[in-house]
């Protein structure tokens, strides 16, 4: 019997391995290519960028340094803060006087939605108030490096009228490869190939047209959201408009983690899916399908060594075998494909080394439990807590605030944006 379903799994984990690569071969067709219209005139609309602050993220100054020197005519930055006593402002208005820039205005927001977070509630306050005359609004996370192209490349896209989100994606090149950074590394590089599949953007670098805003009803989103990205999949779906990817704008993220704080930030971005996306079901689904195989493959080799079954072994020693090709083989064709990307913008990358190559091939089985845990938990969870604020979920996909309390100093790890 053990042996009948060690011969199914294995023919099981062959197929798989064919979807991964069939997913992988639309993914690199994808960024190889822009998938719009290029504009036949430089398409520089007046855009207004949204960057929200709750505490110093790590690489704060680099990101608004990055912001402030744009190679773009016609845009300006509003930063917003939810108290006026969060460190951020502070540190906000030193880097932007440094900088000269005059395109700066800072918002403090004193009314806090109970109905979302307060990420959606500091968007929904940068936006509501903004002059008719701006035809794009840009949003970024602090935990984001932009070039100097950035702006002008996330926006193109909307030149094109079958458009109306453009969005990056991140990257993750950990300055330190400890266990919890590379497990994260592991997760994202398969998770951006399900976001650009299933066009889930990406916040920390998302351009959105005006009509969003008002005939999509973008804003009145917002307001009883959980996450600001998720939330706009309805809004363009209204618009009866797409989202483009942006091949070019992999943003590199080197912040480290630990695994619990993964494990904590993984939850949440599974989270947002769930709450807000149409494609969840076959996120869930597919996370499922991944994992079970390897965890009865697990099982089953234990069975044999327990028993003394060689065949039985052997069996699901090779079905590993086959699983790990088939989803380590695909890293490195999507390592070198991305790299290519950020060299060609003049990033500065780390080597690839054999003993990194070791690390991450060995923690493969490691990411898909802790995934598999986080993403059990999350059909349990209940309340749910970001950046010093707990948050209740509630039936109907309801966010309720339970208590707001102004952002306090943590370590430099709960400061990060993405965690």
């Given at each position: ?169 991140r990257w993750y090149i950990p300055a330190s490869p400890n266990l919890g950074s590379l497990v994260r590394y592991l997760w994202n590089a398969a998770a951006v190939v399900q976001l650009y599949l299933y066009r889930i953007a990406w916040?920390?670098?998302l351009a959105l047209r005006r009509d969003l805003f008002t005939k999509g009803n973008l804003l009145d989103s917002w307001k009883t959201a959980f996450t600001d990205d998720a939330a706009i999949s309805e809004s363009v779906k209204r ?181």
């Amino acid at each position: 019997m053990f042996i009948l379903i060690s011969v199914i799994l294995f023919f099981v984990i062959i197929v798989i391995d064919i979807a991964h690569y069939g997913a992988l071969f639309l993914f690199m067709k994808g960024i190889q290519q822009n998938e719009w219209s290029s504009p036949s005139i430089d398409f520089v609309p007046k855009t207004m960028v949204a960057l929200t602050l709750r505490g110093v993220d790590p690489f704060l100054k680099r990101c608004l340094e990055g912001l402030l020197t744009q190679d773009y005519p016609n845009y300006s930055v509003r930063l917003v803060v939810d108290h006026p006593d969060d460190a951020a402002l502070g540190v906000a208005k030193e880097i932007v006087e440094s900088c000269r820039a005059d395109n700066v205005e800072f918002i403090v927001v004193d009314e806090h939605f109970e109905t979302c977070t307060l990420k959606c509630n500091s968007l929904y306050h940068a936006v509501v108030s903004l002059d008719p005359s701006y035809e794009v609004v840009v949003i970024l996370d602090a935990d984001t490096n932009p070039h100097r192209n950035w702006l002008r490349q996330l926006v193109e896209p909307l030149s094109d009228s079958r458009y109306a989100a453009a969005t990056g994606q991140r990257w993750y090149i950990p300055a330190s490869p400890n266990l919890g950074s590379l497990v994260r590394y592991l997760w994202n590089a398969a998770a951006v190939v399900q976001l650009y599949l299933y066009r889930i953007a990406w916040g920390g670098s998302l351009a959105l047209r005006r009509d969003l805003f008002t005939k999509g009803n973008l804003l009145d989103s917002w307001k009883t959201a959980f996450t600001d990205d998720a939330a706009i999949s309805e809004s363009v779906k209204r618009v009866r408009s797409k989202t483009a990817f942006v091949p070019s704008l992999f943003m590199v993220n080197r912040e480290t983690c630990t695994l619990k704080s993964f494990h904590r930030w993984v939850k949440r971005q599974l989270l947002c899916a769930k709450l807000h996306h149409p494609a969840w079901n076959a996120v869930a689904f597919q996370g499922i399908l991944i994992t079970l195989p390897l965890l009865v493959c697990i099982g089953l080799l234990v069975t044999g060594f327990l028993l003394g079954e060689k065949s039985l072994i052997c069996w699901n020693l090779g079905t590993l075998a086959v699983y790990w090709s088939g989803v380590f083989g695909t890293l490195p064709i999507m390592e070198q494909a991305i790299r290519k990307q950020l060299r060609q913008r003049g990033e500065q990358l780390e080597q690839w080394t054999t003993g990194l190559t070791i690390r991450v091939l060995s923690l493969i089985p490691i990411t898909q439990i802790v995934y598999t845990s986080a993403l059990i938990q999350l059909y349990f969870l209940q309340r749910v807590e970001w950046r010093g604020v707990e948050y209740k979920i509630g039936p109907g996909k309801q966010v309720r605030l339970i208590e707001y309390k102004p952002y306090k100093n943590h370590d430099t790890e709960n400061n990060s944006q993405s965690i």
